[in-house]
T-cell receptor, first 113, second 114 residues
Framework: GQSLEQPSEVTAVEGAIVQINCTYQ??????LSWYQQHDGGAPTFLSY????GLEETGRFSSFLSRSDSYGYLLLQELQMKDSASYFC??????????????FGKGTKLSVIP | ETGVTQTPRHLVMGMTNKKSLKCEQH?????MYWYKQSAKKPLELMFV???????ENNSVPSRFSPECPNSSHLFLHLHTLQPEDSALYLC?????????????FGPGTRLTVT
């Protein structure tokens, strides 16, 4: 079967760094995506890792270790507007050349002054 | 209009009603998706269309019926729903089905079944 695990809630201080972990178990793994969703808003794509290593996009970085079935999203210089839910999503081959994106339950990040 | 739009934004319907949700994308994408988002649960993929052809049906009950007349429009027809179907229904698009790791979501339709 498949599973994705990420913490349900994280609290961090404005200006600090926070890491949101995601572990997964799946067959046909192709890559790991991260999405941000503010309360009442639509999910927004942040990053995608298909290969091991760190991808940096501004204040956000995402890491993947395929051998450990593990990834994380790193948010630096936290701002109040970063308070949102963050979802990891596994991209996998669901058969016959079709790809499926399976989302985790999300981590609610609260940034406090 | 830009991005992905969904109408209506809110819908209240009785269990015997028939209604439809509409999604339109203005990004020139060829793959479109329906998701269900319930409280405390992960986004659940319902249907995938790639170049107007349905490529995924994630064991969705037949009371949900999708329609994709072209690559820009996606509908979800609803009939005889149950209260547990109350949720946020999100539409998304991506350039192609095999580039589904980067999806663009609409604002969703908040559905309440009474």
């Amino acid at each position: 079967g498949q599973s994705l695990e990420q913490p349900s809630e994280v609290t961090a201080v404005e200006g600090a760094i926070v890491q949101i972990n995601c572990t997964y178990q799946t067959s046909g793994f192709y890559g790991l995506s991260w999405y941000q969703q503010h309360d009442g808003g639509a999910p927004t794509f942040l990053s995608y890792n298909a290969l091991d290593g760190l991808e940096e996009t501004g204040r956000f970085s995402s890491f993947l270790s395929r051998s450990d079935s593990y990834g994380y999203l790193l948010l630096q210089e936290l701002q109040m507007k970063d308070s949102a839910s963050y979802f990891c999503a596994v991209r996998r081959d669901s058969g016959a050349g079709s790809y499926q994106l399976t989302f985790g339950k999300g981590t609610k990040l609260s940034v406090i002054p | 209009e830009t991005g992905v739009t969904q109408t209506p934004r809110h819908l209240v319907m009785g269990m015997t009603n028939k209604k439809s949700l509409k999604c339109e994308q203005h990004l020139g994408h060829n793959a479109m998706y329906w998701y269900k988002q319930s409280a405390k649960k992960p986004l659940e993929l319902m249907f995938v269309y790639n170049f107007k052809e349905q490529t995924e049906n994630n064991s969705v009950p037949s009371r949900f019926s999708p329609e994709c007349p072209n690559s820009s429009h996606l509908f979800l027809h609803l009939h005889t729903l149950q209260p547990e179907d109350s949720a946020l229904y999100l539409c998304a698009s991506s350039p192609r089905g095999d580039r589904n790791y980067e999806q663009y979501f609409g604002p969703g339709t908040r559905l309440t079944v009474t």
